[in-house]
């Protein structure tokens, strides 16, 4: 490479380092030669959703970049910026694959489809339409998700439709819609720069979620007064920039948040004229009760009592219930720290009730904000109503009008839409381990490692007599080894699609470079399969996933999740826009359930709050229990086993580990032991340490750290070879049916 | 190799410190900081050795994080 152009590229990475921080123009706009263009889109990891810039020469992607347009202003993590090498990994499927005498062999698309449809629909014929079902993702694009949705709900009349959301925030939809009335959260990532104080639980945002963690940071710096609480029973990377970081046992958490709110009553700090006017207390058998009787309530959790369940001394709740309440704009952010529970539901309704309790709600820099696991979770699967009880834009399966609503939208005869709900996702893969199952469409996603008590549901998927499709890219996929055909998806910027991300934005994912060998769009692969299924060709009318974009948009639009003014030609032009956007001259909402703010509010509507997602407008404070966790530390099994992410690797490392930087800089799991604990069992750094629960056991290389408090182990789950979802534990919220993936107790041995 | 574009956010104390350092490692091209302790860098490095590299970044004192906003590996390419 000559040196000219090697300069270039210095020039173009320290610009792109300038525009990030908002550096001097003339250096940022200096020309651009490095690349033939530049394509617009969102990074294909976590929830952030930052917008990327991907850069092609020669019809190659060489770079990717941040998008200085969107709310991550330019600034990606390692991961996001090295996408390059996942696009041209070897393990890339390419064309169509059949098992064929145990090995999946190559094959046309017509034999793929065709033997696909074939057993689909006879399952269908000899079972009825539950024995068969679709497993989608939070990492497929928004039309994707609601295209597979439709054909199987309104096509093939199976409401079997679920996806790795269920594992990931199901429960924050259970909180948001118990308490609002409506899913997703009112606040915006714009919070993050007018918050005073960051009250984040059960969220290793540092690691998880890189560029949020960036935002609140560079708040912090920017004024001092700011105050980060964080709760977690790791001291994690997170917890580092903490004013004060809040251990305890784990699954104790909510004990400690109605503490919380006992303290702010005690203190007078709760906000007596928002509460009275705009909020409904609840007890847990859903009465409508009074202020007095909740107060009544809270006496079980004064802080001296919740000390002894959770271990978190008395002042410390005092005072971070106290910060909580007195500081001018608190944000709390959580993620699968509160989700992933059996109680994840009220966790998340004990968050909201700090926040309804104290008013910070509806203002700059005040408000619950739940962060997601994947990068489509929210845009794909929550709004389009991708899982086994929802119809798109927030609409209810056993709701006779919201299903009679989707039938005339959809053009299918009144009261065609089957009324029950399918399966939620672990009831799903044990229907499968049952033989009730028969055929089974996996989409963009790897549960084959991601879900709980893994060996169950892999007995249950190397079932010889059911059925497996995948629509997968990467040949190493786990889930791979079950499928009996394989069709070789377009990855990523290889075709056209949207993403929604944690704070309602939806962005374009731009195609960048036409997919290798015989790839196709998801979008095109699934049109193609509905019709050979047997769907009426009228409910597939798509051509592209443009086509699909304006139906969604069509059946949101009588919703409040409406975004009718969200065009294709305006995703193109702008870095992502924020739902509610009725109209094209909207610029998207920050702040949802305020006048002026939410445009589903009339501009005349007398009160300034509207939770319009409840009968009577007013939001709800939930009594909720404390609970602890389904399976508690006991004396054969003492230690309490978490698993999680690290900052390098991305849900089960299939894209990550291909990326050389990041595969080196983890390249294996291991557990995390607190160094008390070590010291006790001899355990050194490195040792090889045996971890076993009632479900499976495994030997793990030690870190010895402060990580952890005494008691706890972590794993982090990227590892295939080391897979800790084969001891985790599958108990769920009777809620929102999400598996407790944080706690489970295990015994552990040097060995 | 590979040329990477970094922030690297510091301590306010540690500013100068980190940055004089970074100038002494012959694979970094400082340009400039910005008010909030930012230190615009460039990082030049075979891909296999950046996160190397970029470790020995973090370890330095008063180092906060560091941020990627670029990297490109298109010699590497077509080095193939």
Known sequence: ?751 | MAIAGLLVHTLKENLQDVERQLDSMPEMTTYGTSEDQYIIVVAEAPSEEMEKRVEKIKKLDGVLTIYTTFVTVEDELEDE
């Open chain 1, 1 to 751: 490479m000559d040196i000219t152009r090697r300069e270039f590229l210095k020039y173009t990475a320290a610009s792109s380092a300038f525009m990030a921080i908002g550096g001097p123009l003339a250096f940022a706009a200096s020309k651009d030669q490095t690349v033939d263009h530049w394509v617009k889109g969102v990074c294909r990891f976590c929830g952030t959703g930052c917008g990327v810039m991907v850069g092609v020469k020669n019809k190659k992607v060489v770079t990717v970049k941040g998008d200085p347009n969107n709310h991550n202003a330019g600034f990606l993590c390692l991961k996001g910026a090295l996408m390059t090498p996942i696009i041209y990994a070897k393990e890339r499927i390419t064309e169509p694959l059949i098992r064929k005498n145990g090995k999946l062999v190559p094959a046309t698309w017509d034999e793929a489809l065709n033997l696909t449809a074939s057993k689909f629909k006879e399952a269908i014929k000899k079972y009825g339409p539950t024995s068969v079902a679709y497993y989608g993702s939070g990492q497929a694009l928004t039309e994707e998700t609601y295209l597979a949705s439709k054909i199987f709900k309104a096509g093939l009349k199976c409401n079997n439709v679920e996806g790795n959301p269920r594992l990931c925030m199901a429960s924050a939809v259970g909180g948001y819609v118990t308490t609002y009335g409506k899913d997703e959260p009112c606040g915006s990532y714009d919070d993050i720069n007018a918050a005073t104080c960051f009250f984040i639980i059960g969220s290793n945002t540092s690691e998880c979620h890189p560029i949020i963690f960036k935002k609140i940071a560079a708040r912090k710096q920017a004024d001092p007064n700011v105050k980060v609480i964080v709760v977690d029973p790791r001291k994690t990377n997170t917890a580092r920039i903490a004013d004060i970081h809040v251990s305890f046992k784990p699954g104790t958490d909510l004990a400690i948040l109605n503490a919380m709110a006992y303290v702010i009553i005690e203190e007078e700090l709760d906000n007596y004229r928002f509460h009275s006017k705009y909020v409904n207390f609840m007890d847990n058998q859903k009465n409508k009760r009074t202020f007095e009787d909740y107060k009544k309530f809270l006496e079980d959790y004064t802080p001296e009592k919740v000390e002894k369940i959770s271990g978190v001394p008395a002042e410390t709740i005092r005072k971070i219930a106290k910060i909580f309440a007195e500081s001018s704009a608190t944000m709390s952010l959580w993620t699968m720290g509160i989700n992933q529970r059996i109680r994840g539901v009220w966790a998340n309704n004990l968050i909201s009730n700090l926040h309804l309790l104290t008013g910070h709600i509806g203002k700059p820099g005040a408000t619950p904000f739940s962060l997601t696991g994947q990068p489509n979770a929210c845009g794909g699967v929550r709004d389009t109503g991708g899982l086994s009880h929802l119809l798109p834009a927030g609409r209810l399966i056993k709701k006779r009008e919201h299903r009679n609503e989707m039938e005339e939208l959809w053009g299918l005869p009144k009261d065609s839409l089957n009324p029950k709900p399918g399966y939620h996702t672990v009831a799903l893969f044990k229907a499968l381990g049952e033989g009730k199952i028969k055929a089974l469409l996996i989409l963009c996603t790897n549960p084959a490692q991601s879900l709980p008590n893994v060996n169950k549901y892999r007995k249950a998927m190397a079932r010889k007599d059911n059925f497996i499709a995948l629509i997968e890219c990467f040949r190493d996929a786990e889930t791979v080894k079950f499928a009996d055909v394989v069709f070789p998806a377009a990855f990523w910027c290889e075709r056209e699609g949207v993403y929604g991300c944690s704070e309602r934005r939806y962005s374009l994912i731009g195609k960048a470079i036409d997919p290798p060998g015989k790839c196709r769009p998801t979008v095109n692969i699934l049109v193609d399969l509905a019709v050979r299924m047997g769907v009426d060709p009228k409910l597939v009318p798509f051509k592209n996933s443009a086509d699909v974009w304006d139906e969604w948009r069509k059946v949101a639009r009588p919703t409040p999740y409406n975004f009718w003014g969200i065009t294709r030609e305006r995703l193109r032009k702008e870095s992502g826009i924020r739902w509610p956007c009725p109209t094209e001259d909207h610029p998207g909402t920050r702040i949802r359930y305020v006048r002026g703010e939410d445009p589903n509010i009339p501009k005349d509507y007398k009160h300034k709050y509207f939770f319009y997602g409840k009968p009577d407008g007013k939001a709800v404070i939930w009594f909720r229990p404390y609970k602890g966790p389904a399976e508690a530390p006991d004396k054969d099994y003492p230690f309490v086993l978490t698993t999680g992410r690290v900052i390098d690797h991305w849900h089960t490392g299939t894209m990550t580990m291909k990326v050389p930087e990041l595969r080196r800089s983890f390249p294996n799991a291991y557990v995390e032991i607190n160094e008390k604990d070590a010291k006790k069992m001899g355990i050194q750094n490195g040792d090889r340490v045996l971890l076993e629960t009632r479900r499976d056991k495994m030997v793990f290389p030690a870190r010895v750290s402060d990580v952890c408090r005494p008691g706890l182990v972590f794993v982090p789950w990227f590892d295939v070879n080391l897979m800790i979802n084969k001891l985790t534990k599958d108990a769920f919220d009777p809620g929102s049916k999400q598996p407790e993936f944080k706690i489970c107790a295990v015994r552990i041995k040097k060995v």
